[in-house]
């Protein structure tokens, strides 16, 4: 069964530090990969997904095949930017279409 | 509606009691997803709906867990018996579904067995 990985709970940056949210997927194929945010009091929200390889309020995520990460970036972090960021992935084939999640990170920028 | 909706938004049951968990998606989709947030666990699915097909109900975690969706719109999460370790919040999503696509999710109905 594919995994998705987030070894951080928790990750503390000062504003305008960079910051990374790191993320592992155990899947051999080509899965499609997203980041999922949540904001105090907010619903889940879809943030990026890889195949856009759009940046959204400044993220970037690259997927590395070879490493099978799919880290989240973001060169100069804002004290709105903390939340619960979750890493997803959908393996396709007979699962197209379920996604799963890793366990999450929560991200506190201080000002 | 404009968003997913889910009721109730807060239960509390005592251990052993039946609880039912209500999610209404975006009018439209035909992909419904019951997820399960707790602490330390994250995001974990447990079963999903597209269309007409057959639920997918691998994650599950028991047979007190059961869940449908009447008219490929409303769906329903039943929990019999419950567990203080059922305790969580209980999210559903809808998609467009044909595929990989952007999941709108419901605010959760977070679940307190005492």
């Known amino acids: 069964a594919q995994r998705v990985t987030q070894p951080e709970k928790l990750l503390s940056v000062f504003k305008g530090a960079p910051v990374e949210l790191k993320c592992n997927y155990s899947y051999s194929g080509s899965p499609e990969l997203f980041w999922y945010v949540q904001y105090s009091r907010q619903r889940l929200q879809l943030l990026l997904r890889h195949i856009s390889r759009e940046s959204i309020k400044g993220f970037t995520a690259d997927l590395n095949k070879g490493e099978t990460s799919f880290h989240l970036k973001k060169p100069f972090a804002q004290e709105e930017d903390s939340a619960m960021y979750y890493c997803a992935s959908d393996a396709g084939g007979t699962s197209y279409g379920k996604l799963t999640f890793g366990q999450g990170t929560i991200l506190t920028v201080h000002p | 509606g404009a968003g997913v909706s889910q009721s109730p938004s807060n239960k509390v049951t005592e251990k052993g009691k039946d609880v039912e968990l209500r999610c209404d998606p975006i009018?439209?989709?035909?992909?419904l997803y019951w997820y399960r947030q707790s602490l330390g666990q994250g995001l974990e699915f447990l079963i999903y709906?597209?269309?007409?097909?057959?639920?997918?109900k691998s994650g599950l975690p028991s047979d007190r867990f059961s869940a449908e969706r009447t008219g490929g719109s409303v769906s329903t999460l039943t929990i019999q018996r419950t567990q203080q370790e059922d305790s969580a919040v209980y999210l559903c999503?809808?998609?467009?579904?044909?595929?990989?696509?952007?999941?709108?999710f419901g605010e959760g109905s977070r679940l307190t067995v005492l």
């Open positions: 009018s439209g989709h035909t992909a």
């Open positions: 709906f597209q269309g007409n097909s057959a639920p997918d």
């Open positions: 999503a809808s998609s467009q579904g044909g595929g990989t696509g952007e999941l709108f």
